[in-house]
């Protein structure tokens, strides 16, 4: 299918699923080669990671432990803007080599501000690992150890990645088209 209907919004097919399963496995093969051996503990980043991290791990056999971590976002009773706090670090991360498993870094300032928290905990080691990165939109400057994929300045779905809550669950990525009557099948 290379047209994808998600609620309101058109979206055409981006990156097909065997391009993206190529840049997996390259990057577990970067990971194992790095940290063979530390015994590493990854922490996807849910939700929009939950699939990205499930072809991953399989693909870096290793051993190594898993750890699913989310962000919660409210409003401070007294700050202006929103506060995105990491929750679901049950893991005893201090000493450990850390891998934090995001599905795409946009701003960045999600990335930075998780980096902050975990560095806190003293690790040995944290590197960043993104399916996507958006280059142009990038706000602060953070490591990207492992990145599978860059992509223009554009909203994507699918293979974990949503729009309002749907569009997660294709083997594609699709890009929103911003004028679907041009659109031609
Ligand atoms: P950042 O803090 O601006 O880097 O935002 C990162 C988060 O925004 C990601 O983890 C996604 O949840 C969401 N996001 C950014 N760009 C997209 C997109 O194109 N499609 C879907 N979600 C996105
Ligand atoms: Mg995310």
Do not use: W
């Given at each position: ?7 309101d ?20 093969a ?10 590493p ?139 679907p ?5």
């Amino acid at each position: 299918m290379e047209k994808l209907q998600v609620k309101d919004k058109t979206f055409a097919i981006s990156i097909p699923e065997a391009e993206i399963q190529k840049q997996v496995r390259r990057v577990a093969a970067e990971i194992v080669r790095d940290l063979e051996g530390k015994h590493p503990l990854f922490l996807p980043v849910l939700n929009g990671a939950f699939i990205f991290a499930a072809d991953l791990l399989r693909e870096v056999n290793i051993p190594c432990e898993v750890s699913f971590i989310k962000l919660a976002s409210y409003q401070g009773t007294q700050s202006t803007g929103e506060i995105r706090e990491v929750i679901g670090l049950q893991a005893d991360i201090t000493g450990r080599h850390i891998v934090i498993v995001e599905d795409i870094i946009d701003s960045g300032l999600t990335m930075a501000h998780m980096l902050e928290t975990l560095q806190a905990h003293n690790p040995a080691s944290i590197s960043v690992c993104a399916l996507l990165v958006k280059p142009g939109a990038l706000k602060v400057e953070i490591p990207i150890h492992y990145k599978c994929m860059e992509i223009p300045n554009d909203f994507i779905v699918g293979y974990g990645l949503d729009y309002d809550g749907d569009g997660r669950n294709t083997r594609d990525i699709y890009t929103l088209v911003k004028d679907p009557e041009l659109f031609s099948e």
